[in-house]
């Protein structure tokens, strides 16, 4: 009896703990979720109209050269990076984990600093490097001897841009990342190694690389995300130009959505580009054993 | 002998060179921001450029100054601290509670992995339907139509929901036998003993509101309740963008989170260490 009534009462504080957080989720994101997926087979345009059409935003989308463009724009852009976005903080964890290196809490804050900014500053920060007219790469260019790169027109250096910031802001979050990989590799390991008279590179690549695989595993499925879903950084560069030369996937969204008034097709492409974000997620999923950690 | 010590040393010079350079790389773009934000119009725009303003200037921050800037930095110390509050307590409430009850309640993880469904799809994917949800609640253009679309955290509430596993169902146990409620047990023993998630989740959750760019771009219209990066994103127009306000802007957004971060960092790199997630 007394066993039932605190089953009762421990049930009760359970949904009444976790209520507050179920029911804003519900609200802003399962019900969004529900919508997204109701939208994709309406003409909704955000107002007035909201009639069911069947599969015809699907169709209209799988016959869009456009789609497939911004799609591909979007594959060879994370294809690209991914290399940059694990081998830059690779080197820079095993920099910093150097028991040669002096200083190493300043060296690390301080790559850490750009972390910090908003998507938006932080491509604002880089783009002022390379303006066209006023920037310094520009001025240190032509101090050289060269002729200016028009960063902004050319689709090329465009993209260069916005990579270069979007390697910039995330190096010292996966550096941190790595650092913990590394410090979890036991130092006996290490010393064995010396001990064999195993130079520092052939460490790297016999010892820290092979063990390190689990988060550089993980590195790549958090940047493949990242990179797939750029968007504030990109706002604060070219905001999709020269032409529609940047204009990544969720933009391209954001641009049928919320410019062309095209609710319901914009929600079918979200659907579409889903299906892709849940696949890396459920790889990370299998991973890490269902949660997030690392 | 000699000859070792001398090669070791040398490695650690050349070693801290390659450090200090990366650091300085990695800093640059800051520096030559801040650096802009104190040069004269004249200056910003015309060659030979230097790094140091050779007329130190605070005519750029003094302009945004004076166009509102800080009503913006009002709008985002507001969502930013009223979003971090109810994260931190809900999160809180809902991971200790798919911890403490995991042993008397079996559907606990079936609970959870309705939180995980927010790891899958990201957010940036729902804003369209978030946004008619907003409005259909009547928060467009309001703080809250900013605010409570994202206080919910699978990050937070996974961050919080490890923690309390780790802590002896016993603790808990006696405490009801001492004849104290779940909801006492909750806030006088329990909340206090996940200080160190709450410190860490305070920080990150901090950050992302105050960095946060989408939901308020969507949300508010009204200039006077546009937050620093809405009013950073208004600098930049279709045709002319004005940088001597964006530089000053920009720098300002940057400082607070800057200087919390330095004083907090350890907190921030353990929590890294702990959850992994983003965002």
Request: glycine share 8%; aromatic share 14%; net charge positive.
């Amino acid at each position: 009896m007394i066993k039932k009534k605190q089953a009762f009462r421990h049930t009760r504080a359970f949904w009444l703990f976790v209520l507050p957080a179920l029911l804003l989720f519900s609200v802003f994101f399962i019900l969004p979720l529900i919508l997204s997926i109701g939208f994709s087979f309406t003409n909704y345009d955000g107002w007035k109209t909201m009639d069911f059409v069947g599969l015809k935003n699907y169709i209209k989308l799988f016959t869009s050269i456009e789609f497939y463009k911004a799609l591909g724009r979007t594959f060879v852009y994370a294809l690209c990076n991914l290399p940059f976005k694990v081998i830059i903080p690779l080197l820079v964890a095993t920099l910093v984990t150097s028991k040669r290196l002096k200083g190493t809490t300043p060296i690390r804050t301080i790559i850490y600093i750009p972390v910090l900014l908003s998507a938006l500053v932080a491509g604002i920060t880089i783009n002022w490097m390379f303006g066209q007219e006023y920037g310094l790469i520009n001025f240190i260019i032509q101090k050289l001897g060269g002729t200016p790169l028009e960063w902004a027109l050319n689709p090329k250096l465009a993209t260069f841009v916005i990579s270069f910031a979007s390697n910039w802001v995330t190096v010292g979050y996966y550096m941190i990342l790595f650092i913990g990989g590394i410090n979890n590799i036991p130092k006996e390991l290490y010393e064995a190694g010396s001990v064999d008279g195993a130079t520092s590179v052939q460490t790297f690549f016999r010892l820290t690389l092979p063990l390190l695989s689990p988060t550089i595993f993980i590195v790549l499925l958090l940047s493949s995300v990242g990179l797939l879903k750029e968007y504030a950084l990109i706002q604060g560069i070219t905001q999709g130009g020269p032409g529609t030369s940047t204009t990544y996937i969720i933009k391209y969204i954001f641009d049928q959505g919320f410019t062309q008034y095209r609710y319901g097709y914009a929600s079918a492409i979200g659907v579409i580009v889903s299906l892709i974000f849940i696949v890396i997620a459920l790889i990370q999923f299998r991973a890490t054993n269902g949660g997030g950690e690392v | 002998m000699n000859n070792a010590k001398k090669g070791h040393r040398m490695q650690e010079i050349l070693i801290t060179l390659v450090g200090v350079l990366v650091a300085v790389i990695m800093i640059f773009p800051i520096i030559w921001l801040l650096m802009s934000s104190f040069k004269a119009n004249t200056e910003l725009f015309a060659y030979p450029l230097h790094l140091f303003p050779q007329e130190f200037s605070i005519n750029s921050y003094i302009n945004v100054i004076k166009n509102g800037f800080f009503t913006y930095v009002k709008n985002s110390l507001f969502i930013a601290v009223v979003g971090t509050l109810i994260t931190v307590i809900i999160s809180a409430m809902c991971g200790y509670a798919l911890a403490i009850y995991r042993n008397e309640i079996n559907y606990t993880n079936k609970v959870f992995a309705i939180f995980l469904l927010g790891t899958l799809v990201p957010g940036e994917i729902l804003t369209i339907s978030q946004f008619t949800v907003v409005s259909a609640l009547g928060l467009y253009n309001n703080v809250w139509g900013v605010i409570l679309p994202v206080v919910t955290t699978t990050t937070g509430i996974f961050m919080y929901r490890q923690h309390y596993m780790s802590i002896p169902l016993s603790l808990a146990e006696s405490a009801r036998i001492d004849g104290a409620s779940e909801l006492k047990i909750f806030k006088d023993i329990m909340f206090p003993l996940g200080s160190s998630v709450t410190v860490s989740l305070t920080i990150f959750s901090f950050m992302w509101r105050w960095n946060d760019y989408i939901l308020p771009l969507m949300v508010l219209s009204e200039q006077k309740k546009f937050t620093i990066q809405i009013a950073i994103k208004s600098y930049i127009g279709t045709m002319t963008v004005d940088w001597i306000s964006i530089l000053a802007a920009s720098i300002l957004s940057i400082v607070p989170i800057v200087i919390l971060f330095i004083f907090l960092q350890k907190y921030i790199v353990g929590g890294i260490a702990t959850s992994g997630v983003k965002g």
